[in-house]
């Protein structure tokens, strides 16, 4: 058990609606990361966030948006949802402060399939 | 910017086989360096780290080298199980920007 808690594990929606993930990270952890992985495997790298403020950002969507929450716990929404949305998507946390170059903790993921 | 380029997959041996999948980086500094496995159904959890030139990761059999010379973190195995079907990562984290390779599925048969 990492202690990365996410919810929920998995979700069946229709093409265009709209759904939150949920992510709890590891007590103490200040940051957030999320992560989307396709069929084939890949793990595509979305955003992040540290003590409620985004740090950096990879190709997530315009569709797609995140927050995190004083109590550092994050959502992620995503909407307008497509066929193609459907995959895992895992949230990470890390202790880190700053300029860290420390492991990141994965919660188990949430299985998004869009019909 | 860094990144990580690892051999691809699918990967399929018999069971006592010996391991080998390759990991190479680019960065600019100094990262740490991962190998996270990814077993059926579940999250991806740390397998092993290195954290400066020449440092030896080991964990439940499995090790990896930090060769900055070769820019590379190998992951070996002398003996696979069964059990150790899976998907491995290798990834680098240089102030706090972690990268992920594509990803490696590992299949060990009986």
């Known amino acids: 058990d990492s202690g990365v808690t996410q919810t929920p594990k998995h979700l069946i929606t229709a093409t265009g609606q709209r759904v939150t993930l949920r992510c709890s990270p590891r007590s103490g952890d200040l940051s957030v990361y999320w992560y989307q992985q396709s069929l084939d495997q890949g793990l595509q790298f979305l955003i992040q966030y540290y003590n409620g403020e985004e740090r950096a950002k990879g190709n997530i969507l315009e569709r797609f948006s995140a927050q995190q929450f004083p109590d550092l716990h994050s959502e992620l929404n995503l909407s307008s949802l497509e066929l193609g949305d459907s995959a895992l998507y895992f949230c990470?946390?890390?202790?880190?402060?700053?300029?860290?170059?420390?492991?990141?903790?994965f919660g188990e993921g949430s299985r998004l399939t869009v019909l | 910017g860094d990144s990580v380029t690892q051999m691809e997959g699918p990967v399929t041996l018999s069971e006592e086989a010996f391991l080998t999948i390759n990991c190479t980086y680019t960065a600019t500094g100094y990262p740490s360096l991962f190998w996270y496995v990814q077993y059926p159904g579940e999250g991806l959890q740390l397998l092993l780290k290195?954290?400066?030139?020449?440092d030896k990761g080991s964990n439940k059999g499995f090790e990896a080298t930090y060769r900055k010379e070769t820019t590379s973190f190998h992951l070996e195995k002398g003996s696979v199980q069964v059990s150790d079907s899976a998907v491995y990562f290798c990834a680098l984290n240089e102030d706090n920007d972690m990268r992920f390779g594509a990803g490696t599925r590992l299949t060990v048969k009986p």
């Open positions: 290195a954290t400066k030139a020449d």
């Open positions: 990470a946390s890390s202790p880190s402060s700053g300029r860290g170059t420390g492991e990141l903790f």
